[in-house]
C-alpha cells in the first residue's frame, strides 16, 4: 500500500512538472512560488532571467567602454601635449617615415618648416608626401635615384610590370626625372 502511495506521488509530481502552462511571462514574473510552477513555466523565467541579466551586462560593458575610450584619449592628449612642448625646444627632430606616418597628428602641431628625408631614392612617395604638413616650407631630399627603388609587394602595381601605377618610382626619382626633362 506504502509503495502505491508513493508510485501515486510521484506519477502525480511527474504529471504536474511535465504538463504545459500557457501563463503570460509576467504572471510567472508576479507568482513567488517557483517551486510549484512546471519546469516548462521554470525555463521560461530563466530565459528572461538570464536575457536581462546579459541586457544589463552588455550596457554596463558599452558603458565602461565608453568610458575606457574617452581617458585613453584624454591620456593620449596630455601625452601628445608634453612630447610637442619637448619638440618645440628641439632644433633638429628625426623620425622614420612610418614613425612620420604614425605620428601624423604630432608632426602637423610642430608645423616643421624644413623635413629633411635621407635615402629619398628608397621611399615610397606616400611616405614623403605623410611626413609634409601645412607649416612645410622646405622638403630636402638626400639620396641616389639610381640605386635601390621603393619596394611594393603587389608586382601589378610596379614599374616594370606596366609602367601605369609605377609606385615603386620614388618622389626624387620622378622630380630628378622632370628636371632632367626640362634640361
Not at 504538463?19 to 519546469?39: F, G, H, Q, Y
Request: hydrophobic content about 45%; overall charge negative; some cysteine.
Amino acid at each position: 500500500a506504502a509503495a502505491a502511495a508513493a508510485a501515486a506521488a510521484a506519477a502525480s509530481s511527474s504529471s504536474s512538472s511535465s504538463k504545459i502552462s500557457n501563463r503570460p511571462l509576467d504572471a510567472l514574473l508576479r507568482d513567488p512560488r517557483v517551486w510549484e510552477m512546471t519546469r516548462q513555466e521554470r525555463h521560461v523565467l530563466l530565459d528572461y532571467w538570464r536575457s536581462e541579466i546579459a541586457k544589463k551586462e552588455s550596457n554596463q560593458f558599452a558603458l565602461n567602454c565608453a568610458r575606457y575610450q574617452e581617458l585613453r584619449d584624454e591620456y593620449r592628449s596630455i601625452n601628445q601635449a608634453a612630447d610637442l612642448r619637448v619638440l618645440r625646444g628641439m632644433h633638429v627632430v628625426g623620425l622614420t617615415t612610418s614613425g612620420a606616418a604614425s605620428h601624423r597628428a604630432l608632426l602637423s602641431q610642430l608645423q616643421a618648416a624644413v623635413v629633411m628625408c635621407e635615402e629619398a631614392g628608397e621611399v615610397l612617395e606616400a611616405h614623403i608626401v605623410a611626413a609634409l604638413t601645412s607649416g612645410t616650407r622646405q622638403l630636402v631630399m638626400i639620396g641616389d635615384h639610381l640605386q635601390l627603388r621603393p619596394k611594393v609587394e603587389e608586382y601589378a602595381l610596379s614599374i616594370d610590370h606596366s609602367g601605369q601605377y609605377a609606385l615603386d618610382v620614388s618622389l626624387f626619382e620622378r622630380l630628378v626625372g622632370l628636371r632632367q626633362a626640362d634640361s
